[in-house]
T-cell receptor
Framework: GAVVSQHPSRVICKSGTSVKIECRSL??????MFWYRQFPKKSLMLMAT?????????EQGVEKDKFLINHASLTLSTLTVTSAHPEDSSFYIC???????????FGPGTRLTVT | SQQGEEDPQALSIQEGENATMNCSYK?????LQWYRQNSGRGLVHLIL?????REKHSGRLRVTLDTSKKSSSLLITASRAADTASYFC????????????FGKGTLLTVNP
C-alpha cells in the first residue's frame, strides 16, 4: 500500500518558537494532503486541506497564520506551528490521497510538546 | 451534533472472543470507513462500505451499514492481542468525498 511519512516523529520546543513538520508521500504523488490534530484519547480533528500549488483550505476555527501550510510539491506538505504555545501541544497527523479519493493514507504522526 | 460517534468508548475482551463496535452518524452519507490506530501512531484504513452496501467482509472483519438507522458496526472475530488498538469510524463531510469527520473512537483491549 501507499506510504506516508512524517518528520520529526517527536519534537519538544520552547514557547514562542516555530516548529515545522513535514509530511511526505513516499511512493505516490499526492495532489491533496490533509492535516489533523489529535488530543490525548480523543478523535482526530481536521485542521486543513493542503493542495499542491495552491493555498491551503482551513477548517473553521483554525488560525491560518498560526498553522502555516505549504504544499510545494506532489510529495511534500509542511505544517509550521508559529509562535508555539503550550496549548499547541498535540499529536499532529497528516494524510494523503493516492488515486482513490475514498482512501486516505495516514502518516505515523508527530508528537509536539511546547514547554 | 457530532458525526460518527462510536460505542462503546472502551471494550476489553479475551483473546479468541469477538469484538463488536458501533458507530452512529447524523447526516446522509455515500460511504463510511473504519480505521484503526495503535497507541501513539497514525491511522490504518481497514474497510470502506458504500451506502448501497449492507455488509462487507475483509478477513476477520465484518462491517455492516444500516442507512435507515444511520449506524454501522464493526465486528472483529477471533480477536488477538495484536488487535488491541483504537478503532474509529469516519464519514465524508460537507459534500466532499474525501474530507472526513472521525468519531471519538472505541479503545479495544484484547487480553491474552
Amino acid at each position: 500500500g501507499a506510504v506516508v511519512s512524517q518528520h520529526p516523529s517527536r519534537v519538544i520546543c520552547k514557547s514562542g518558537t516555530s516548529v515545522k513538520i513535514e509530511c511526505r508521500s513516499l511512493d505516490f504523488q499526492a495532489t491533496t494532503m490533509f492535516w489533523y490534530r489529535q488530543f490525548p484519547k480523543k478523535s482526530l480533528m481536521l485542521m486543513a486541506t493542503s493542495n499542491e500549488g495552491s493555498k491551503a483550505t482551513y477548517e473553521q476555527g483554525v488560525e491560518k497564520d498560526k498553522f502555516l501550510i505549504n504544499h510545494a510539491s506532489l510529495t511534500l506538505s509542511t505544517l509550521t506551528v508559529t509562535s508555539a504555545h503550550p496549548e499547541d501541544s498535540s499529536f499532529y497527523i497528516c494524510s494523503a490521497i493516492d488515486r482513490d479519493p475514498y482512501e486516505q493514507y495516514f502518516g505515523p504522526g508527530t508528537r509536539l510538546t511546547v514547554t | 451534533s457530532q458525526q460518527g460517534e462510536e460505542d462503546p468508548q472502551a471494550l476489553s475482551i479475551q483473546e479468541g472472543e469477538n469484538a463488536t463496535m458501533n458507530c452512529s452518524y447524523k447526516t446522509s452519507i455515500n460511504n463510511l470507513q473504519w480505521y484503526r490506530q495503535n497507541s501513539g501512531r497514525g491511522l490504518v484504513h481497514l474497510i470502506l462500505i458504500r451506502s448501497n452496501e449492507r455488509e462487507k467482509h475483509s478477513g476477520r472483519l465484518r462491517v455492516t451499514l444500516d442507512t435507515s438507522k444511520k449506524s454501522s458496526s464493526l465486528l472483529i472475530t477471533a480477536s488477538r492481542a495484536a488487535d488491541t488498538a483504537s478503532y474509529f469510524c469516519a464519514t465524508p463531510r460537507g459534500g466532499s468525498n474525501y474530507k472526513l469527520t472521525f468519531g471519538k473512537g472505541t479503545l479495544l483491549t484484547v487480553n491474552p
